[in-house]
């Protein structure tokens, strides 16, 4: 039998191209609208050194940038808000007077996020903030049974959990010349500086064994409280032990089910397997091990996580919140002192040239019974 192939029709053809091009055009204003994020930032902090609303330095210094129109509206609607009372949470009243990027820029930016974040890569349970969450730790059990025989009884067992609220929040000091971007590639090193610091530690925060739950402040890792696999003699031997024992542990576990490691570790990996003449799919950016999708991030130091993500819950807010001010003073120090005492030295942001830009995200987690195992690499 002699299968034809006809050329595609003129429709057709337009069809494809149409949607090609709106696909081209999607990513192309998403990347422009996350080099405006740092735009806004920029003249938020700079246009009254220049006599100018933020709207008017906006579109003075970037006239033909393509969010220029969602730019300008936010800084009006925050210049011309009303200060009647108000809860900060309702946009029709106090909402328009907190700072922030628009929305628009902000979720542009957060593909940013999500392609350096094993967090923000694995199908984690989404669920809301300080809700009870109900989990089964049993199914239920069936055998066989004869005919007018008494048939077995089973029950359902479920747990209970919540992922109360919490936060991170970073501090990004730049020169005032750095934020005038001015110096050629300064616009990618603001999203640079501000994506590393965020992955790195929300990432090392979610892995490391030793991040304890702190009440109303920190969540505990998904490793933490869990013993580790025994170390073998080489990293294959311990990735393959933390395999088979992730899927002893919990036998029923999801096709999502990953492993987490960091880009040293996968390399590691790989080359022990390129040696033996065993061939791997495993690079620094991913690959497979038995069939278990590999997601690498720095966070996860010397550690090799196995879990299951549709059993660790994760609530967060859709998008962080990010601000700039040039008036503030802050201590310049990664651990500062709290509660603020004499002790502080603080340093004022406008005395120095300096733009401050802050991010704060609301994100938490909690990992579910057998959810998780990890070894450490030899």
Known sequence: MTTLAFPPSRAQTRAMSDLDLSVTNADILKKHQQGDLMRWLSAKSLARQCGMTPAEYFTEQWPRSLSKDIAVRSFEL?????????????????????????????????????????????????????????????????????????????????????????????????????????VPGSLEKMQTEMVNGATAFIDAQFLDPAVAAVVGETPASITNGVTPVPTGATVPATISALVKAFWAAAPNSSKQSALVMSPATASAYAGAMEAAGIPTSVTIEGGTVSGLRIVTTPGAGNHAVALDPTRVLIAREPRPVIDTSGEASIQMDSQPIDPVSAAAVLVSAWQMNMILIRCEWAIGWVKLPNAVQYAVMP
């Open 78 to 182: 925050s210049e011309k808000a009303a200060t009647a009372a108000g809860s900060t949470t309702v946009p029709a009243w106090g909402g328009v007077l907190v700072g922030g990027a628009p929305d628009q820029l902000v979720q542009a930016f957060i593909p940013l996020l999500q392609a350096q974040s094993a967090v923000l890569q694995l199908p984690l349970a989404r669920v809301p903030f300080s809700t009870t969450v109900a989990a089964a730790t049993s199914s239920a059990s069936f055998d066989w049974v004869a005919e007018l025989a008494v048939k077995s009884l089973s029950k359902f067992a479920f747990s209970t959990s919540i992922v109360p609220p919490t936060k991170i929040a970073g501090n990004i000091a730049l020169s005032e010349e750095l934020m005038r971007l001015a």
